[in-house]
């Protein structure tokens, strides 16, 4: 047995890159037979499993290779200032028992990761399954290195807390942790893969998340740039012409988080009598037709485009993606791509599209799927 063949088709289906036959054989360069021979290998073995077969294009069509179904599953949570998303990821990079609860972010990380693991535990009961490791998303920049929360806007008590660390009180499994914007950029390509069976098409692309706050990434040949430091794609403080001298949690003012995230917007409605008691309530009061919200997000929109205009000018990406809460509102939406078209060059928005994240709010854990699905084959491949 060639067990470094092995784990490269194995890694290849677990990864999504390769979930035939043929596109195993594209990839790793290895004769179709030979490709035939390590994947009824581990078919005979347990650790992989066909599928239904892709759609056709002209020719056969050919079975869906997926990782084979264990009990093993990473925990993935997108940490909010007021609430947490979490699921199960197994070995595919595929999330299912999504579920929610609310949290105080600026409770800091002890009650906040106890919490989550305690949740995590029940969630495997009730599923049927077992923890083996753990995705986490911040609001916030993270050190990718070691996992350390760096300075902060919106977490207090949370900086210069190295998360892996911290964790290890309640266990000892491993952590993946890592920003919620770039891992949510990272999830979007995920979640194309994922749900076509196919390479993700996005190219080069700009990724916002446009919830309490904002943040952003920048993809490039399929990988997230993260700056020299780690800190890149921090689009929510950059100062923008309408944010005028309206103070900023980071302690400047005009920042673009002072207008155009679901909390600035909840608060100038609040000023002109409109008191949403979430940002779940904006949402759903937008959907419902009133002129008053649908406007001020728009106007949101708009302030988001023009602090995205110079990064799309100098970048001039295949796309940029619009995720996070407000992007459940068309409006919000239109908005941005109407700034792009207005202040960039013509030339550079006729190859951009300016599209809505397909994987929704979902995003952050399907690219903590797909992280965690290292650690998760690791263990499988070796059993």
Same mark, same amino acid.
């Given at each position: 047995?060639?067990?470094?063949?092995?784990d490269?088709v194995l890694g290849?289906?677990?990864?999504r890159q390769?979930?035939?036959r043929?596109?195993?054989a594209?990839?790793?360069?290895l004769a179709p037979s030979? /490709?035939?021979?390590i994947?009824?290998r581990?078919?005979?073995?347990?650790l992989l499993?066909?599928?239904g077969?892709?759609a056709s294009?002209g020719g056969r069509?050919?079975s869906i290779?997926?990782?084979?179904?264990?009990?093993?599953?990473?925990?993935?949570?997108e940490?909010?200032a007021?609430?947490?998303r979490f699921?199960?990821?197994d070995?595919?990079?595929?999330?299912?028992? +999504?579920?929610r609860f609310? /949290?105080d972010i600026?409770?800091?990380p002890t009650?906040i990761?106890?919490t989550l693991?305690?949740?995590?535990?029940e969630l495997?009961?009730?599923?049927g399954t077992? %923890?083996?490791g753990y995705g /986490?998303a911040l609001p916030g920049? +993270?050190?990718?290195q070691t996992?350390?929360?760096?300075?902060?806007?919106r977490?207090p008590?949370?900086?210069?807390?190295?998360?892996?660390e911290a964790m290890r009180e309640?266990?000892?499994?491993?952590?993946?942790?890592e920003?919620?914007?770039?891992?949510?950029?990272?999830?979007?390509?995920?979640?194309r893969r994922?749900?076509?069976?196919?390479?993700s098409a996005l190219?080069?692309? %700009?990724?916002?998340?446009?919830?309490?706050?904002i943040?952003?990434?920048f +993809?490039e040949?399929?990988?997230?740039r993260?700056g020299a430091?780690?800190?890149?794609?921090?689009?929510?403080?950059?100062?923008?012409?309408?944010g005028g001298?309206r103070p900023?949690?980071?302690g400047?003012?005009?920042?673009?988080?002072?207008?155009?995230s679901a909390?600035?917007i909840?608060?100038?409605l609040?000023?002109?009598?409109l008191?949403?008691p979430?940002?779940d309530a904006l949402?759903e009061?937008?959907?419902?037709g009133s002129?008053?919200v649908?406007?001020?997000i728009?106007?949101?929109?708009?302030?988001?485009? %023009?602090?995205?205009?110079?990064t799309?000018?100098?970048?001039?990406?295949d796309?940029? /993606?619009?995720?996070?809460?407000?992007?459940?509102?068309d409006?919000?939406v239109?908005g941005?791509r109407?700034?792009?078209?207005?202040r960039?060059?013509?030339?550079v928005?006729?190859?951009?599209?300016?599209?809505?994240?397909?994987a929704?709010?979902d995003?952050a854990l399907?690219?903590?799927a797909?992280?965690t699905?290292?650690?998760?084959n690791?263990?499988?491949a070796?059993?």
């Open positions: 047995m060639n067990r470094s063949s092995d490269d290849l289906v677990a990864s390769a979930t035939t043929a596109a195993l594209r990839q790793t360069g030979t /490709i035939t021979g994947v009824n581990l078919l005979l073995n347990g499993e066909e599928g077969d892709t294009t069509p050919g290779l997926l990782p084979a179904n264990s009990r093993e599953r990473a925990l993935v949570v940490l909010g007021h609430r947490a699921g199960l990821a070995r595919g990079g595929r999330v299912s028992h +999504v579920n609310d /949290i600026a409770e800091g009650t990761l106890r693991v305690e949740r995590g535990e495997a009961e009730r599923s077992e %923890i083996s /986490i920049p +993270v050190d990718p996992g350390t929360v760096v300075g902060p806007s977490m008590g949370w900086n210069g807390c190295t998360v892996p309640w266990s000892e499994l491993p952590v993946v942790v920003n919620d914007a770039r891992i949510g950029a990272s999830g979007e390509s995920a979640y994922a749900t076509s069976g196919a390479p190219g080069d692309y %700009i990724y916002v998340k446009a919830g309490s706050g943040g952003g990434a +993809v040949n399929g990988a997230p993260r430091h780690g800190l890149a794609g921090d689009v929510t403080h950059v100062p923008v012409p309408a001298d900023c949690q980071c400047n003012t005009g920042c673009l988080d002072t207008i155009a909390e600035s909840r608060r100038e609040r000023a002109q009598g008191a949403l979430s940002n949402i009061t937008a959907l419902d002129a008053q649908v406007t001020m728009r106007s949101a929109g708009v302030n988001l485009g %023009i602090a995205l205009s110079h799309v000018s100098f970048l001039a990406p796309a940029v /993606i619009i995720g996070g809460t407000l992007s459940a509102v409006a919000f239109g941005v109407q700034s792009l078209h207005e960039c060059l013509q030339s928005m006729e190859h951009t599209a300016v599209e809505k994240s397909l929704g709010t995003s399907w690219g903590l797909e992280a699905s290292v650690f998760l690791a263990r499988g070796h059993a």
